[in-house]
Every structure is written in structure tokens, then in C-alpha cells.
């Protein structure tokens, strides 16, 4: 925290994490309440409205908080009225999404529906989709505020984003990672692949979102150590006295592969970082051409 900024005073007893869907980020919210547990539904105000969400966290005293930003409290512990009136809110949203298509298709608009969502009260719905390039969604607006009747907001995401609204299987075989666990996207560049000695082939490292995978950026660090000092791919090696091509690496597996005109020998990276030295070979000296006499 800067000298210029002041921590904000929240009069709170308690704080909480706050999750709004299965696999959303959670947010802090504070309460003076004491009968608030984890796993409890709890109806709060955000920056879209009221809304209902789960509690994910025990309750923390606020005294410990070190931020500076300022903590929104929770309205009320919800009640049967509000999990029966949320239930309702998302079969409606499904009909809210069904209508849209089909003013999305009548228009002619390049649009990619993902989902819509009702705050609590039912004053706002909340629609995702998908585009290329901006929408020129007015006359949308109108026909969808006349069957409506609430506050509308249309907002365009990336291809990350839907990954993780849809979920699905990666090539691991496992949930996506940012349908499961991630809550913010960094970028990932090409760089991670290779220091992963990965053939630069786009279809084999890009995910569902058709981005590179949000994994090459997890396991980097990893792959910096292991090859840090190494010789490069392809380069040539000094080995018990021979030159050799280093034409594979595999640090996981513990597999170096040397080649020559006479032989080929498969060593262990230990082997490799201790006994070969990168060997590179003298330019021919330009011979000096004779002085005219």
C-alpha cells in the first residue's frame, strides 16, 4: 500500500468468501452474523444487483484484513422464499436465452449465445455471448426490453471465457482447468512450449478456447530448472572426446540422444550436464591474399 493510500475502515465482525456458481471466482463479502456457516446460501448486493450465493469459506475475524478496498456486507441469510424464487429466476433465464435467439436469427446478427442469468429480484438479466467482432445490438435491446421488462445487459466475452462457462474434457483426460479451478487468465506464450522442447504445432497445444494451453504456463517454471545449463536441441557436444549432434531431449524421461557419423548413444541427463560440453567449430581462416609487387 502506498503512503497515499488509506486503509479503509470496514465496521465488520467477520468476513467471508462468497461463490455466485460452481466454478466462479469468490469474493469477500463482511457480516456482523454468527449463525452464518459455511455452505450456506446468503443474498447479498453486487455491482449487477441482489443475487443469491454459497458460502465457501469459515468466517474470518475482519480484524485481520490488510486490504484497501472497500468490503460489501451480506444483506441476510437466505430463506426458502429466496432458493424457490431463485430456482424460478433460472428457468426463466432459459426462456429469456431461447427468446434472444430467436430475435438473433430473425436480425441477422453474428452473435454466439453462452447463457443469461436473473439477479434475485429479477430487475436485471445478465446476457454472454460471443462475437467476433462489436454487435450492433440496439434493435435487439428493444424487442428483448418489450418481452422483458427489466434492466438488460448483453455482454461479449472471449474464447477463454466460454471454455470456462462450458467446461469440458481436456487432452489429459481431466475437467478443464479454468472451468474447475481458475478464476483469472494470464497470457500464455509461445516461449512456454518451447522450453518444453514441444513441436510448434497449433493444433496439439491449443485448447477448447483454441488458445495455447493454460497448462504449458503452469509446468514452466518446472521445465526453466530442468533445462537450465543444458546445451540446446540440434547443437553439437563435446563427449568423452567426440562431437556429437544433440538431436533429442526428453528431461522427464531422463533421455538424451547423441548422434554422429559413426554412432548413436542414448545417455542420461546427469551424464549429459556433467560430460558434454557445447563445442563449437573455428571459422576457416581467410587466407591473406599476396601483395602485389
Do not use: W
Amino acid at each position: 500500500m502506498s503512503e497515499n493510500e488509506e486503509k479503509v475502515v470496514n465496521n465488520y465482525k467477520y468476513l467471508i468468501s462468497i461463490r455466485f456458481n460452481d466454478n466462479g471466482k469468490a469474493y469477500t463479502f463482511g457480516t456482523d452474523d454468527d449463525t452464518i456457516e459455511n455452505k450456506d446460501y446468503v443474498v447479498v448486493e453486487t455491482v449487477q444487483g441482489i443475487e443469491l450465493g454459497q458460502v465457501v469459506s469459515d468466517k474470518k475475524d475482519a480484524k485481520e484484513y490488510t486490504g484497501n478496498l472497500e468490503i460489501k456486507p451480506i444483506m441476510r441469510k437466505a430463506n426458502d422464499e429466496d432458493c424457490k424464487m431463485h430456482k424460478e429466476n433460472i428457468k426463466l433465464a432459459k426462456e429469456a436465452l431461447a427468446f434472444c435467439q430467436s430475435q438473433i436469427a430473425e436480425l441477422g446478427l453474428d452473435m454466439n449465445l453462452i447463457s443469461a442469468e436473473y439477479t434475485l429480484d429479477r430487475r436485471k438479466i445478465l446476457i454472454i455471448y460471443l462475437a467476433d467482432q462489436r454487435v450492433d445490438f440496439r434493435e435487439l435491446l428493444k424487442r428483448l426490453a418489450a418481452q422483458l421488462h427489466c434492466r438488460i445487459e448483453l455482454k461479449q466475452i472471449g474464447d477463454r471465457d466460454k471454455a470456462k462457462l462450458v467446461g469440458g474434457i481436456g487432452v489429459c483426460g481431466r475437467e478443464l482447468c479454468c472451468h474447475k479451478f481458475m478464476t483469472n487468465f494470464e497470457i500464455v506464450g509461445i516461449n512456454s512450449a518451447k522450453n518444453q522442447l514441444l513441436s510448434l504445432n497449433a493444433a496439439k497445444l491449443s485448447g477448447q478456447c483454441g488458445k495455447l494451453m493454460c497448462c504449458l504456463r503452469f509446468e514452466d517454471e518446472v521445465y526453466k530448472e530442468m533445462i537450465a545449463g543444458l546445451p540446446k536441441l540440434n547443437s553439437q557436444v563435446q563427449f568423452r572426446g567426440k562431437i556429437y549432434r544433440m538431436t533429442s531431449l526428453n528431461v522427464l524421461s531422463d533421455f538424451v540422444k547423441l548422434e554422429n557419423k559413426e554412432e548413436v548413444l542414448y545417455i542420461s541427463v546427469k551424464e549429459l550436464r556433467s560430460e558434454a560440453k557445447p563445442f563449437k567449430m573455428e571459422p576457416p581462416k581467410k587466407k591473406e591474399k599476396p601483395k602485389n609487387e
